[in-house]
């Protein structure tokens, strides 16, 4: 077994772990098995949490980055006392209803602070994790907010390109108190490393500013000794750990089968005979389980303290610190956008559509001082920055992260910054980028997390650049995507309101899409009720008779339709125009209101510069479409429009030929 005696407190995780993964006919083995040792030196000596308020706002956070190893999170959690974690739910592992699910749920009122399973999505997350916290301290002080971020990961997670742009943006930032563990196996599931990589990896991270230590992952002296130092270091810290994949199963440890091959009730018993653990399936001695709970313990007098400290904050600071840490919004934002909104009506020029929602942030800056920006080397054409200080190695009392083009861990780390709490996070990029991060969205959503992912140069308006970046599917596809709220707003007076639903948005994650071009105003008037909200609206209903035509449009075709309508209208065809920023809360309105919006009889066109797909459904049997049908081109984006038909004169002549039909 080596020239280290494995410690009984690190086998009752391997017990544990092996025993659910038997009785469940699967799971992975690998790191439980594995890293062990390293579990139980962080959490017996340094990790700060208290599992009878697992939401602490000031515990350390642990984040397991190769979450399928999911076993040794549940094992751990049972160890130290966290009641969602009773032995009955460790036998249920995998079980539909279980705690103890295939990979790790974000549940931070159980101890489990993100999801994790896609490789690399949890190191990711760390990082933004460590960037809240970070700012936060440098707003509220190291009295109330002190705390480090812990990530385990392995193989997979470091050969994601997501883990090397972690590495990369981690170690220029100087963070300081993150610290990941290396699960240094050296197996995949393919089989041995050497398949398929040849690099230093501990280097990668050497040469990125990071402190790296190397030590053998079963000695937990030496893990524990090298978290002390890591915790003294100024940089991010990699402790690699070289380890044996599946360790105590001797069929499989050390080779590739390790990581998730079937683990049998012999296997069980000889584990059991070869580390001398005579205990029955998921019992654990009475002096380890109490050592265990002792450690759950540990924290109890720094949580008291901390406690103490908030109490005795002035009235009015202590409020403050309670609001941003549980994501209320304060007195007075919702002003700032009404006021805006009043403006918008007439304001002349109109500005381009991405350049609003800047204008818009940075009205928000004094009021909502917890906004972060992270932005993928755009701040010139996406402009939000403005007033705000960037958040760097020297500064951390800045709001906007300079990502460099990096947008997978950008959309990561801001779902990082949302799972910590306390900072209201945007994900800035251009929309046909927008596949770079779709990994993070899809977590957030998945999640629930509130990120505003928010995007520019959304169709064929942005011109010259050509088919490469204009992204006529991805509406299409964001829509299709469960719990993601998408909001294409006409104007700036929409635009003011779609910010005001995506910031009360809470239940997950928010996509703000703007056109690079001008935004015409279509709201010439000022309605206080907020439009936008029912996610489709009456912009100007048919003149002259009941409606013949209805058309629905989106963003920056809103203005076309209406143009179009205007000329319908002079030909005697009562026609109405339907913005329609969201479908998604369109769909959650009841059916009469949905119906006043678009009543039964004549006919519908639908017009947006993407695809048809998903349009459908709202335009009916006799419905037509204006819009793309294949990708776009280079050249002006009037000529493009043109090119493509998505002009009011193809509007009309749409509706035209469905009448005509009827």
Same mark, same amino acid.
């Given at each position: 077994?080596?020239?280290?005696?494995?410690?009984?407190?690190?086998?009752?995780?391997?017990?544990?772990?092996?025993?659910?993964?038997?009785?469940?006919?699967?799971?992975?083995?690998g790191?439980?098995?594995?890293?062990?040792?390293?579990?139980?030196?962080?959490?017996?000596?340094?990790?700060?949490?208290?599992?009878?308020?697992?939401?602490?706002?000031?515990r350390?956070?642990?984040v397991?980055?190769?979450?399928?190893?999911?076993?040794l999170?549940?094992?751990?959690?049972?160890?130290?006392?966290y009641?969602?974690?009773?032995?009955?739910?460790?036998?249920?592992f995998?079980?539909?209803?279980?705690?103890?699910?295939g990979?790790?749920?974000?549940?931070?009122?159980?101890?489990?602070?993100? #999801?994790?399973?896609?490789?690399?999505?949890?190191?990711?997350?760390?990082?933004?994790?460590?960037?809240?916290?970070?700012?936060l301290?440098?707003?509220?002080?190291?009295?109330?907010v002190?705390?480090?971020?812990?990530?385990?990961?392995?193989?997979?997670?470091l050969?994601?390109?997501?883990?090397?742009?972690?590495?990369?943006l981690?170690?220029?930032?100087?963070?300081?108190?993150?610290?990941?563990?290396?699960d240094?196996?050296?197996?995949?599931?393919?089989?041995? #490393?050497?398949?398929s990589?040849?690099?230093?990896?501990?280097?990668?991270?050497?040469?990125?500013?990071?402190?790296?230590?190397?030590?053998?992952?079963?000695?937990?002296?030496?893990?524990?000794?090298?978290?002390?130092?890591?915790r003294?270091?100024?940089?991010?810290?990699?402790?690699?750990c070289?380890?044996?994949?599946?360790?105590?199963?001797?069929?499989?440890?050390?080779?590739?089968?390790?990581?998730s091959?079937?683990l049998?009730?012999?296997?069980?018993?000889?584990?059991?005979?070869?580390?001398d653990?005579?205990?029955?399936?998921?019992e654990?001695?009475?002096?380890?389980?109490?050592?265990?709970?002792?450690?759950?313990?540990?924290?109890?007098?720094?949580?008291?303290?901390?406690?103490?400290?908030?109490?005795?904050?002035?009235?009015?600071?202590?409020?403050?610190?309670?609001?941003?840490?549980?994501?209320?919004?304060?007195?007075?934002?919702?002003?700032?956008?009404?006021?805006?909104?009043?403006?918008?009506?007439?304001?002349?020029?109109?500005?381009?559509?991405?350049?609003?929602?800047?204008?818009?942030?940075?009205l928000l800056?004094e =009021?909502?001082?917890?906004?972060?920006?992270?932005?993928a080397?755009?701040?010139?054409?996406?402009?939000?920055?403005?007033?705000?200080?960037?958040?760097?190695?020297?500064?951390?009392?800045g709001?906007?992260?300079?990502?460099?083009?990096?947008?997978?861990?950008m959309?990561?780390?801001?779902?990082?910054?949302?799972?910590?709490?306390? =900072?209201?996070?945007?994900?800035?990029?251009?929309l046909?980028?927008?596949?770079?991060?779709?990994?993070?969205?899809?977590?957030?959503?998945?999640?629930?997390?509130?990120?505003?992912?928010?995007f520019?140069?959304?169709?064929?308006g942005?011109?010259?650049?050509?088919?490469?970046?204009?992204?006529?599917e991805?509406?299409?596809?964001?829509?299709?995507?469960?719990?993601?709220?998408?909001?294409?707003?006409?104007?700036? =007076?929409?635009?003011?309101?779609?910010?005001?639903?995506?910031?009360?948005?809470?239940?997950?994650?928010?996509?703000?899409?703007?056109?690079?071009?001008?935004?015409?105003?279509?709201?010439?008037?000022?309605?206080?009720?907020?439009?936008?909200?029912r996610?489709?609206?009456?912009?100007?209903?048919?003149?002259?008779?009941?409606?013949?035509?209805?058309?629905?449009?989106?963003?920056?075709?809103?203005?076309?339709?209406?143009?179009?309508?205007t000329?319908?209208?002079e030909e005697?065809?009562?026609?109405?125009?339907?913005s329609?920023?969201?479908?998604?809360?369109?769909?959650r309105?009841?059916?009469?209101?949905?119906?006043?919006?678009?009543?039964?009889g004549?006919?519908?066109?639908?017009?947006?510069?993407?695809?048809?797909?998903?349009?459908?459904?709202?335009?009916?049997?006799?419905?037509?479409? =204006?819009?793309?049908?294949?990708f776009?081109?280079?050249?002006?984006?009037?000529?493009?429009?043109?090119?493509?038909?998505i002009t009011?004169?193809?509007?009309?002549?749409?509706a035209?030929?469905?009448?005509?039909?009827?």
């Open positions: 077994m080596g020239k280290h005696e494995l410690s009984p407190l690190a086998n009752a995780i391997r017990f544990l772990s092996i025993d659910a993964i038997v009785r469940a006919g699967e799971g992975h083995q790191v439980p098995l594995g890293m062990a040792e390293i579990a139980t030196a962080l959490f017996m000596r340094h990790l700060k949490f208290n599992p009878a308020d697992p939401a602490w706002p000031d350390d956070r642990f397991l980055s190769n979450g399928h190893g999911s076993m999170l549940y094992s751990v959690l049972h160890l130290t006392g009641a969602g974690f009773p032995i009955e739910e460790l036998q249920r995998r079980e539909l209803g279980s705690h103890c699910e990979h790790p749920e974000i549940d931070p009122a159980n101890g489990i602070e993100v #999801t994790t399973g896609p490789l690399g999505q949890g190191i990711a997350n760390a990082l933004g994790m460590a960037v809240a916290e970070a700012c301290q440098a707003r509220f002080g190291p009295e109330l002190n705390h480090y971020t812990y990530a385990f990961v392995g193989d997979g997670c050969q994601e390109g997501v883990g090397q742009e972690m590495i990369s981690a170690g220029h930032l100087r963070l300081g108190r993150l610290v990941l563990f290396w240094d196996n050296r197996i995949t599931d393919d089989g041995s #490393t050497e398949l990589i040849s690099e230093d990896v501990a280097q990668r991270f050497r040469v990125a500013g990071w402190h790296v230590a190397e030590v053998d992952g079963h000695d937990l002296e030496a893990v524990s000794q090298a978290i002390t130092a890591a003294w270091d100024t940089r991010p810290s990699l402790i690699a070289r380890t044996v994949i599946a360790r105590g199963i001797e069929r499989l440890q050390g080779q590739r089968g390790g990581h091959g079937r049998h009730p012999a296997d069980a018993d000889a584990a059991r005979k070869l580390l653990w005579p205990h029955a399936p998921f654990v001695p009475r002096d380890i389980a109490q050592a265990w709970r002792d450690a759950g313990r540990r924290s109890q007098d720094e949580y008291e303290a901390w406690q103490s400290r908030v109490a005795a904050l002035p009235a009015a600071q202590r409020a403050e610190f309670r609001r941003v840490l549980a994501g209320e919004l304060p007195a007075g934002w919702r002003g700032v956008l009404e006021e805006y909104k009043r403006r918008a009506v007439d304001a002349e020029p109109p500005p381009g559509g991405i350049l609003v929602s800047a204008e818009i942030n940075d800056t =009021v909502l001082p917890e906004r972060m920006v992270a932005c080397d755009l701040e010139a054409p996406m402009n939000h920055k403005r007033r705000l200080k960037a958040f760097t190695a020297d500064e951390r009392g709001a906007y992260v300079h990502c460099g083009v990096r947008e997978h861990v959309g990561s780390m801001a779902n990082g910054m949302a799972a910590h709490g306390g =900072v209201i996070p945007l994900s800035l990029t251009y046909a980028f927008s596949d770079y991060e779709r990994p993070a969205m899809r977590m957030a959503a998945l999640m629930g997390l509130p990120v505003k992912f928010v520019s140069h959304d169709s064929i942005i011109g010259r650049n050509g088919p490469t970046h204009q992204p006529v991805i509406l299409a596809s964001l829509r299709a995507m469960p719990n993601m709220l998408v909001l294409r707003p006409a104007d700036a =007076v929409e635009a003011a309101e779609c910010w005001e639903v995506a910031l009360e948005h809470r239940e997950g994650p928010s996509t703000l899409v703007f056109a690079r071009q001008t935004l015409p105003a279509v709201r010439r008037s000022h309605v206080a009720e907020n439009l936008s909200r996610g489709a609206y009456v912009l100007a209903e048919a003149v002259g008779g009941s409606r013949a035509v209805t058309l629905l449009a989106t963003g920056s075709e809103v203005a076309l339709a209406v143009e179009a309508r000329r319908l209208q005697g065809i009562p026609t109405a125009v339907v329609m920023p969201s479908w998604e809360l369109f769909d309105q009841d059916a009469a209101y949905r119906a006043s919006v678009l009543p039964p004549g006919v519908r066109v639908g017009v947006e510069a993407a695809l048809r797909f998903g349009w459908d459904r709202y335009l009916g049997e006799r419905g037509g479409f =204006v819009g793309m049908t294949g776009g081109a280079s050249g002006p984006a009037e000529a493009l429009y043109e090119k493509f038909g009011p004169k193809a509007i009309v002549g749409e035209k030929r469905l009448l005509a039909a009827a």
